[in-house]
């Protein structure tokens, strides 16, 4: 045997050892285990496959919410046409959404415009019976068209659904007040200014009847 061909054996040698002393150590890749996700949404991904490098994908919300956002916002600017260009869209896409409905309640209460706002909460309430907020609403709007018999009734009803809702025992103490039954009126303000004193307009009825 030649020195070259025994350099080659050598050569040959050593890269067979190299070779097999990888194979079984372990340190290779090895399919299904290359990446190990530490929360069950994660995934894998790196700046050249952008469509994996999200770990959490962000949450969407519906058009219908999208667009009654759109209609708080105008309403918070005092952009009531926009206001009810958005839930008019929302009301296309379910006529039946209470949340659109009731927007488009206050709407019309707005623009003072009693009997529509009337026909809105009372399908409210065909469609979910013990929402308070409808109750009192509508008992807002009946006081307005002179029904107080049927208002009182609403806002009894809105206060016995939640009867830790301070609004509720105030708007009910406006209604009797109207009607000049001062001293339930009292008893109500009352009420509300103790479940909430922050109702500071609560607080000035108070000392205003007490006077008296």
Not at 16 to 28: A, E, H, P, V
Not at 64 to 92: H, N, P, T, W, Y
Not at 98 to 123: F, N
Request: proline share 4%; charged share 35%; aromatic share 10%.
């Amino acid at each position: 045997m030649t020195t070259f061909q025994l350099f080659l054996l050598i050569v040959a040698g050593g890269v067979f050892y190299l070779f097999f002393k990888q194979l079984f150590s372990g340190n290779y890749p090895k399919r299904g285990v290359d990446f190990e996700a530490k929360v069950p949404d994660e995934r894998i991904g790196g700046i050249n496959r952008p469509d994996k490098t999200f770990s959490k994908p962000p949450k969407q919300i519906s058009r219908i919410e999208e667009l009654i956002e759109m209609a708080d916002e105008a309403i918070q600017k005092g952009d009531l046409l926009e206001a009810r260009k958005a839930v008019q869209s929302a009301l296309i896409i379910d006529e039946n959404n209470i949340e659109a409905l009731r927007r488009e309640g206050y709407l019309y209460l707005e623009d003072r415009e009693y009997e529509e706002a009337k026909k809105v909460y009372e399908k409210i309430l065909s469609l979910d019976p013990n929402d308070d907020i409808a109750h009192d609403s509508l008992a807002n709007t009946l006081h307005k068209l002179g029904e107080d018999e049927a208002a009182q009734d609403h806002h009894r009803k809105a206060i016995a659904l939640d009867p830790e809702y301070a609004p509720h025992y105030f708007n009910y103490a406006n209604t009797l007040y109207d009607m000049g039954l001062k001293e339930d009126a009292l008893k109500n303000y009352k009420k509300a200014y103790e479940l909430d004193s922050t109702i500071e307009e609560a607080k000035k009825m108070i000392d205003e009847l007490e006077e008296k």
